[in-house]
Protein backbone atom coordinates (compact mmCIF):
# COMPACT_ATOMS: atom_id res chain seq x y z
CA UNK A 1 0.00 0.00 0.00
CA UNK A 2 2.51 2.32 0.86
CA UNK A 3 4.49 1.55 -2.59
CA UNK A 4 1.43 2.32 -4.27
CA UNK A 5 0.98 5.56 -2.68
CA UNK A 6 4.13 6.55 -3.89
CA UNK A 7 3.80 5.33 -7.12
CA UNK A 8 1.06 7.62 -7.29
CA UNK A 9 2.60 10.78 -5.40
CA UNK A 10 5.29 10.40 -7.81
CA UNK A 11 3.80 10.14 -11.00
CA UNK A 12 1.50 13.65 -10.08
CA UNK A 13 4.76 15.75 -9.51
CA UNK A 14 7.20 14.44 -12.63
CA UNK A 15 5.01 16.52 -15.49
CA UNK A 16 5.35 19.73 -12.82
CA UNK A 17 8.97 19.28 -12.34
CA UNK A 18 10.34 17.53 -15.64
CA UNK A 19 11.79 21.20 -17.18
CA UNK A 20 14.90 22.43 -14.71
CA UNK A 21 16.57 23.71 -17.24
CA UNK A 22 17.56 27.48 -17.61
CA UNK A 23 14.39 29.53 -18.61
CA UNK A 24 13.95 31.15 -22.17
CA UNK A 25 15.53 34.76 -22.36
CA UNK A 26 16.52 36.20 -25.68
CA UNK A 27 19.47 39.09 -26.01
CA UNK A 28 19.42 42.44 -26.88
CA UNK A 29 22.25 45.10 -26.99
CA UNK A 30 21.52 48.32 -28.43
CA UNK A 31 24.60 50.42 -28.89
CA UNK A 32 24.58 54.06 -30.18
CA UNK A 33 27.56 56.43 -31.04
CA UNK A 34 26.88 59.69 -32.62
CA UNK A 35 28.91 58.52 -35.94
CA UNK A 36 26.08 55.97 -36.93
CA UNK A 37 22.86 54.80 -36.31
CA UNK A 38 21.87 53.01 -33.56
CA UNK A 39 22.98 49.05 -33.72
CA UNK A 40 20.87 45.96 -32.16
CA UNK A 41 22.20 42.88 -31.66
CA UNK A 42 19.32 40.58 -30.64
CA UNK A 43 20.55 37.04 -29.64
CA UNK A 44 17.35 34.46 -30.45
CA UNK A 45 17.75 30.61 -28.95
CA UNK A 46 17.60 28.46 -31.77
CA UNK A 47 15.18 25.76 -29.74
CA UNK A 48 13.11 28.77 -29.52
CA UNK A 49 13.21 29.37 -33.70
CA UNK A 50 12.45 25.93 -33.80
CA UNK A 51 9.38 26.03 -31.86
CA UNK A 52 8.01 29.46 -33.67
CA UNK A 53 9.21 28.84 -37.21
CA UNK A 54 10.42 25.70 -37.48
CA UNK A 55 14.43 25.57 -38.52
CA UNK A 56 15.30 21.83 -38.24
CA UNK A 57 14.25 20.96 -41.63
CA UNK A 58 15.30 16.83 -41.36
CA UNK A 59 13.89 16.90 -37.59
CA UNK A 60 17.20 14.89 -36.54
CA UNK A 61 17.80 17.35 -33.07
CA UNK A 62 20.28 19.20 -34.24
CA UNK A 63 20.03 22.50 -36.26
CA UNK A 64 22.71 23.30 -38.92
CA UNK A 65 24.09 26.45 -40.07
CA UNK A 66 22.72 25.63 -43.77
CA UNK A 67 19.02 24.99 -42.11
CA UNK A 68 19.14 27.85 -40.25
CA UNK A 69 19.99 29.81 -43.20
CA UNK A 70 17.64 28.21 -45.23
CA UNK A 71 14.82 30.22 -42.76
CA UNK A 72 16.84 33.32 -42.53
CA UNK A 73 13.69 35.29 -44.06
CA UNK A 74 11.25 33.74 -41.93
CA UNK A 75 13.36 33.69 -38.55
CA UNK A 76 14.01 37.54 -39.87
CA UNK A 77 10.69 38.32 -40.45
CA UNK A 78 9.03 36.56 -37.30
CA UNK A 79 11.18 38.53 -34.87
CA UNK A 80 11.14 41.69 -35.75
CA UNK A 81 6.97 41.37 -36.03
CA UNK A 82 7.64 40.98 -31.89
CA UNK A 83 9.83 44.27 -31.81
CA UNK A 84 8.58 47.71 -32.38
CA UNK A 85 10.82 50.32 -31.13
CA UNK A 86 10.44 54.11 -31.47
CA UNK A 87 12.68 57.23 -30.65
CA UNK A 88 11.32 60.20 -29.30
CA UNK A 89 7.65 58.70 -30.78
CA UNK A 90 8.59 58.26 -34.34
CA UNK A 91 9.06 54.85 -35.63
CA UNK A 92 12.69 53.21 -35.84
CA UNK A 93 12.95 50.60 -38.69
CA UNK A 94 15.53 47.63 -38.58
CA UNK A 95 17.01 46.09 -41.05
CA UNK A 96 19.45 43.25 -41.36
CA UNK A 97 23.22 43.22 -42.02
CA UNK A 98 23.79 39.66 -41.28
CA UNK A 99 23.01 36.95 -38.87
CA UNK A 100 25.68 34.89 -37.24
CA UNK A 101 25.65 32.49 -34.36
CA UNK A 102 26.56 32.50 -30.45
CA UNK A 103 27.04 30.24 -27.53
CA UNK A 104 25.45 30.79 -24.13
CA UNK A 105 24.97 28.56 -21.14
CA UNK A 106 21.98 26.95 -22.41
CA UNK A 107 22.69 26.49 -26.18
CA UNK A 108 23.12 27.85 -29.60
CA UNK A 109 21.65 30.98 -30.56
CA UNK A 110 21.05 33.08 -33.83
CA UNK A 111 22.67 36.92 -33.94
CA UNK A 112 20.90 38.76 -35.69
CA UNK A 113 22.93 41.87 -36.29
CA UNK A 114 20.82 45.07 -37.19
CA UNK A 115 20.81 48.47 -38.16
CA UNK A 116 18.17 50.47 -36.54
CA UNK A 117 17.04 53.45 -38.45
CA UNK A 118 17.09 56.08 -35.83
CA UNK A 119 20.04 58.79 -34.57
CA UNK A 120 21.82 57.17 -32.00
CA UNK A 121 21.40 60.58 -29.88
CA UNK A 122 18.23 60.18 -29.36
CA UNK A 123 16.89 61.43 -26.22
CA UNK A 124 13.71 58.62 -25.86
CA UNK A 125 13.79 55.16 -26.78
CA UNK A 126 10.42 52.81 -26.31
CA UNK A 127 11.13 49.07 -27.18
CA UNK A 128 7.63 47.30 -27.71
CA UNK A 129 9.02 43.49 -27.29
CA UNK A 130 6.65 40.44 -27.69
CA UNK A 131 8.75 37.51 -28.65
CA UNK A 132 7.47 34.11 -27.12
CA UNK A 133 5.07 36.15 -24.52
CA UNK A 134 2.35 34.67 -25.69
CA UNK A 135 3.59 31.03 -25.57
CA UNK A 136 6.22 30.93 -22.50
CA UNK A 137 5.20 33.04 -19.75
CA UNK A 138 8.72 32.46 -18.35
CA UNK A 139 10.34 34.37 -21.18
CA UNK A 140 12.76 37.25 -20.86
CA UNK A 141 13.58 39.89 -23.43
CA UNK A 142 17.45 40.82 -21.47
CA UNK A 143 18.58 44.12 -22.49
CA UNK A 144 21.61 46.32 -22.58
CA UNK A 145 21.80 50.15 -23.58
CA UNK A 146 25.14 51.64 -24.17
CA UNK A 147 24.96 55.02 -25.41
CA UNK A 148 28.12 56.99 -25.46
CA UNK A 149 29.24 57.20 -21.81
CA UNK A 150 26.21 56.04 -20.04
CA UNK A 151 24.99 52.28 -20.06
CA UNK A 152 22.11 50.56 -18.33
CA UNK A 153 20.09 46.80 -17.79
CA UNK A 154 16.34 45.94 -18.21
CA UNK A 155 14.72 43.26 -17.99
CA UNK A 156 11.29 42.79 -20.46
CA UNK A 157 8.37 40.53 -18.94
CA UNK A 158 5.23 39.34 -20.20
CA UNK A 159 2.31 41.78 -19.10
CA UNK A 160 4.47 45.11 -18.62
CA UNK A 161 3.95 48.34 -20.63
CA UNK A 162 6.83 48.98 -23.47
CA UNK A 163 10.04 49.73 -22.13
CA UNK A 164 11.50 53.33 -22.20
CA UNK A 165 14.68 54.14 -21.69
CA UNK A 166 16.45 57.72 -21.40
CA UNK A 167 20.05 58.12 -22.17
CA UNK A 168 21.65 58.75 -18.66
CA UNK A 169 18.42 58.24 -16.50
CA UNK A 170 18.29 54.59 -15.52
CA UNK A 171 18.19 55.21 -11.43
CA UNK A 172 20.19 52.75 -9.74
CA UNK A 173 17.01 51.95 -7.72
CA UNK A 174 15.38 50.63 -11.15
CA UNK A 175 17.92 48.43 -12.21
CA UNK A 176 18.46 47.11 -8.15
CA UNK A 177 14.41 46.11 -7.93
CA UNK A 178 14.70 44.67 -11.45
CA UNK A 179 17.57 42.08 -10.79
CA UNK A 180 15.87 41.35 -7.27
CA UNK A 181 12.47 40.49 -8.87
CA UNK A 182 14.60 38.36 -11.28
CA UNK A 183 16.33 36.53 -8.88
CA UNK A 184 13.39 35.86 -7.07
CA UNK A 185 12.17 34.66 -10.56
CA UNK A 186 14.40 32.66 -11.26
CA UNK A 187 14.67 30.69 -7.59
CA UNK A 188 10.81 29.67 -7.89
CA UNK A 189 11.12 28.67 -11.85
CA UNK A 190 14.91 26.82 -11.22
CA UNK A 191 13.17 23.34 -10.16
CA UNK A 192 16.59 22.17 -10.06
CA UNK A 193 17.60 24.44 -7.04
CA UNK A 194 14.19 24.19 -5.47
CA UNK A 195 14.25 20.34 -5.56
CA UNK A 196 17.68 20.55 -3.86
CA UNK A 197 16.11 22.73 -1.70
CA UNK A 198 13.99 20.52 -0.59
CA UNK A 199 15.67 17.28 -0.19
CA UNK A 200 17.41 19.40 2.55
CA UNK A 201 14.19 20.52 4.11
CA UNK A 202 12.55 17.06 4.45
CA UNK A 203 14.42 15.99 7.00
CA UNK A 204 15.74 18.74 8.91
CA UNK A 205 12.64 18.39 11.43
CA UNK A 206 14.37 14.78 12.03
CA UNK A 207 17.15 13.09 13.50
CA UNK A 208 18.97 10.03 12.43
CA UNK A 209 18.94 7.45 15.13
CA UNK A 210 18.88 3.80 15.44
CA UNK A 211 18.97 3.62 11.90
CA UNK A 212 16.20 5.34 11.12
CA UNK A 213 14.71 9.24 10.65
CA UNK A 214 12.68 10.31 13.96
CA UNK A 215 10.88 13.40 14.85
CA UNK A 216 13.16 16.29 16.51
CA UNK A 217 11.96 16.99 20.24
CA UNK A 218 11.26 20.28 19.90
CA UNK A 219 11.23 23.72 18.28
CA UNK A 220 14.50 25.23 18.57
CA UNK A 221 16.57 22.42 17.38
CA UNK A 222 14.52 21.73 14.37
CA UNK A 223 14.78 25.69 13.74
CA UNK A 224 18.33 26.33 13.95
CA UNK A 225 18.86 23.31 11.87
CA UNK A 226 17.05 25.03 9.28
CA UNK A 227 18.90 28.12 10.40
CA UNK A 228 22.12 26.55 9.54
CA UNK A 229 20.86 24.69 6.23
CA UNK A 230 19.74 28.16 4.78
CA UNK A 231 23.04 30.08 5.91
CA UNK A 232 25.35 27.68 4.58
CA UNK A 233 23.48 27.20 1.38
CA UNK A 234 23.26 31.06 0.63
CA UNK A 235 26.86 31.68 1.58
CA UNK A 236 28.22 29.11 -0.12
CA UNK A 237 26.21 29.78 -3.90
CA UNK A 238 26.87 34.01 -3.22
CA UNK A 239 30.69 33.04 -3.25
CA UNK A 240 30.71 31.18 -6.26
CA UNK A 241 27.97 33.52 -7.73
CA UNK A 242 30.30 36.54 -7.40
CA UNK A 243 33.62 34.43 -8.92
CA UNK A 244 31.83 33.04 -11.54
CA UNK A 245 30.43 36.86 -13.04
CA UNK A 246 33.19 38.41 -12.05
CA UNK A 247 35.11 36.35 -14.43
CA UNK A 248 37.58 34.50 -11.54
CA UNK A 249 36.02 31.07 -12.16
CA UNK A 250 34.43 30.16 -15.49
CA UNK A 251 32.98 26.07 -15.55
CA UNK A 252 32.41 24.31 -18.62
CA UNK A 253 27.97 24.73 -18.14
CA UNK A 254 27.41 21.69 -19.22
CA UNK A 255 29.54 20.08 -16.10
CA UNK A 256 27.99 22.35 -13.88
CA UNK A 257 24.38 21.60 -15.06
CA UNK A 258 25.55 17.70 -14.13
CA UNK A 259 26.87 18.77 -10.98
CA UNK A 260 23.93 20.28 -10.30
CA UNK A 261 21.67 17.27 -10.70
CA UNK A 262 24.15 14.61 -9.05
CA UNK A 263 23.74 16.97 -5.98
CA UNK A 264 20.26 16.53 -5.51
CA UNK A 265 20.57 12.98 -6.55
CA UNK A 266 23.23 12.11 -3.45
CA UNK A 267 21.04 14.44 -1.07
CA UNK A 268 17.88 12.55 -1.85
CA UNK A 269 19.39 8.92 -1.35
CA UNK A 270 21.18 10.21 1.83
CA UNK A 271 17.16 11.17 2.99
CA UNK A 272 16.57 7.43 1.93
CA UNK A 273 19.07 6.07 4.21
CA UNK A 274 21.81 8.63 5.77
CA UNK A 275 24.90 7.38 4.98
CA UNK A 276 26.57 10.71 4.77
CA UNK A 277 29.14 11.58 7.80
CA UNK A 278 28.61 15.16 7.10
CA UNK A 279 25.72 17.40 9.33
CA UNK A 280 23.13 18.54 6.64
CA UNK A 281 24.41 22.44 6.88
CA UNK A 282 28.11 20.78 5.92
CA UNK A 283 25.95 19.49 2.50
CA UNK A 284 24.51 22.29 2.04
CA UNK A 285 27.46 24.09 1.58
CA UNK A 286 29.28 21.93 -0.23
CA UNK A 287 26.92 21.90 -2.90
CA UNK A 288 25.71 25.41 -3.13
CA UNK A 289 29.23 26.10 -3.97
CA UNK A 290 27.77 23.99 -7.25
CA UNK A 291 24.75 25.57 -7.06
CA UNK A 292 26.20 29.45 -7.39
CA UNK A 293 27.70 28.87 -10.60
CA UNK A 294 24.26 27.92 -11.49
CA UNK A 295 22.73 30.67 -11.27
CA UNK A 296 25.47 32.84 -12.45
CA UNK A 297 24.49 31.70 -16.20
CA UNK A 298 21.76 33.99 -16.25
CA UNK A 299 23.72 37.49 -15.24
CA UNK A 300 26.92 36.24 -17.48
CA UNK A 301 25.10 35.51 -20.57
CA UNK A 302 23.15 38.79 -20.16
CA UNK A 303 26.53 40.82 -20.45
CA UNK A 304 25.82 43.59 -17.83
CA UNK A 305 27.33 46.96 -18.34
CA UNK A 306 29.98 47.59 -15.70
CA UNK A 307 28.20 50.36 -14.53
CA UNK A 308 25.31 48.17 -13.24
CA UNK A 309 27.52 45.06 -12.55
CA UNK A 310 27.44 45.50 -9.05
CA UNK A 311 23.90 46.34 -8.41
CA UNK A 312 22.75 43.92 -10.96
CA UNK A 313 24.82 41.50 -9.08
CA UNK A 314 23.61 42.48 -5.68
CA UNK A 315 19.80 42.83 -6.94
CA UNK A 316 20.16 39.19 -8.07
CA UNK A 317 21.29 37.34 -5.12
CA UNK A 318 19.19 39.43 -2.81
CA UNK A 319 16.30 38.19 -5.13
CA UNK A 320 17.42 34.36 -5.02
CA UNK A 321 17.76 34.55 -1.10
CA UNK A 322 14.07 36.66 -0.76
CA UNK A 323 12.54 33.38 -3.14
CA UNK A 324 14.80 31.09 -0.91
CA UNK A 325 13.34 32.32 2.00
CA UNK A 326 9.66 32.26 0.77
CA UNK A 327 9.87 28.72 0.39
CA UNK A 328 11.53 27.71 3.77
CA UNK A 329 9.07 29.66 5.26
CA UNK A 330 5.47 27.88 3.37
CA UNK A 331 7.27 24.26 4.24
CA UNK A 332 9.30 24.27 7.42
CA UNK A 333 5.54 24.94 9.51
CA UNK A 334 4.31 22.63 7.45
CA UNK A 335 7.02 19.63 7.98
CA UNK A 336 7.01 21.07 11.90
CA UNK A 337 3.71 20.56 12.48
CA UNK A 338 3.78 16.99 10.37
CA UNK A 339 6.87 15.52 11.87
CA UNK A 340 5.47 12.74 13.93
CA UNK A 341 3.23 11.51 11.37
CA UNK A 342 3.49 8.53 9.16
CA UNK A 343 2.84 10.74 6.35
CA UNK A 344 5.38 12.84 6.82
CA UNK A 345 8.19 10.07 7.05
CA UNK A 346 6.65 8.05 4.22
CA UNK A 347 4.67 10.84 1.72
CA UNK A 348 7.04 13.70 2.48
CA UNK A 349 10.45 12.42 3.18
CA UNK A 350 10.16 8.86 1.75
CA UNK A 351 8.32 9.40 -0.95
CA UNK A 352 9.56 13.63 -1.79
CA UNK A 353 12.67 11.94 -1.63
CA UNK A 354 12.79 8.76 -4.16
CA UNK A 355 10.85 11.44 -6.27
CA UNK A 356 14.29 13.77 -6.42
CA UNK A 357 16.38 10.81 -6.73
CA UNK A 358 14.82 9.71 -9.89
CA UNK A 359 14.04 13.14 -11.70
CA UNK A 360 18.22 13.83 -10.46
CA UNK A 361 19.18 10.44 -11.99
CA UNK A 362 17.21 11.59 -15.42
CA UNK A 363 18.36 15.25 -15.43
CA UNK A 364 22.15 14.12 -14.80
CA UNK A 365 21.84 11.75 -17.87
CA UNK A 366 20.57 14.13 -20.14
CA UNK A 367 22.90 16.54 -19.26
CA UNK A 368 26.34 14.71 -18.79
CA UNK A 369 25.78 12.65 -22.31
CA UNK A 370 23.54 15.42 -24.01
CA UNK A 371 20.43 13.18 -24.00
CA UNK A 372 16.63 13.95 -24.09
CA UNK A 373 14.86 11.57 -21.77
CA UNK A 374 11.66 13.45 -20.54
CA UNK A 375 10.21 14.90 -23.20
CA UNK A 376 7.79 17.40 -22.21
Known amino acids: ?56 ADRDGKITWGELQARRTAV ?33 YAVLDLTVGCASNVGKLTLDYSLLF ?11 YRNGGSSSTHVIKPGQAPLV ?14 FIVEG ?19 PAVMVWQSRKWQPVTGFRPAFF ?43 ALNNLRSVLPLSLWVVAFAFGLIHGFGFASVLMDLGLADTSLALSLFGFNAGVELGQLAVVALIFP ?28 IWFYERAFNRVVIGF
Open 225 to 267: GILKIVTAFTLAHSITLWLAVMGYVNLPSRLVESLIALSILVT
Open 184 to 202: VWHIWIGFDHILFLLTLLF
Open 76 to 108: VDYTLAHLKIHANGKTCPATLNQMLVNRHSDGA
Open 165 to 178: IRAGERSAWATLVD
Open 1 to 56: MRLRFLAAIFLLVLPALANAHKPSDSYLTLTGTEQQPLQLLWEVSLKDLELLVGVD
Open 334 to 361: MAYMLRETAFYRWVVLRGGSLVAAVLAA
Open 134 to 144: DRDATHRGLVV
